[in-house]
């Protein structure tokens, strides 16, 4: 499923559509450069996680980790300056990944298996992938694949 955003109010508006329809456990990967918008997608998905607005987002490059209070749990995650994958491991994201919370994480493309790309390493298997491609200064495009051995819905992003 494709999307186009023409503003950065428009991908707020995205991700909160998203936030509003996910539920425990769920687990989102950001795809997409520098610039491309994941973090201002990540905002929207907290707000329609609940998060009071006046919650401030931006993308937790020292901790790596941040824990936000939505209506579940929001952990959101940035990869980009990670090196390899030990250093993934050393973060403990399994103890976050399968339990309670809503999951995101930017620069998912650090999760990916060297030997088998379609794969990815933390036995990480249903999830959502949004792929956000930048086409010019205003407009970006998002493709949204879910991954997940049950039928699951996610909101209609064509209606927005
Ligand atoms: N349609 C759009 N959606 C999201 N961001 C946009 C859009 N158009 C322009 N931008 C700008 O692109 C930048 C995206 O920044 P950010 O969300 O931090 O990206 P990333 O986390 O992917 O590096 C912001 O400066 C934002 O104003
Ligand atoms: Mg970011």
New binding site residues.
Partial sequence: MKKI????????QLGESLGSSLGAGDIIL?F????????????GICYGLELDKDFYI??PTFTLINEYPGRLPIYHI?L?RIDDHEEIYSLGLEEILYTRGVTII?WAEKLRSARKPDKLILNIQDRLEIN?K?IS????EFTFTSFSPEPRSFPDFTLL
């Avoid at 955003?5 to 707020?12: D, F, G, I, K, V």
């Avoid at 997409?32 to 905002?43: C, I, M, S, V």
């Avoid at 200064?137 to 970006?140: L, Y």
């Fill in positions: 955003s023409h503003s950065p109010e428009e991908t707020l950001l997409g450069d520098l610039g491309a918008g994941k973090t201002r997608f990540t905002q931006r993308s940035d980009y930017e956000i930048i200064d205003s407009q970006r």
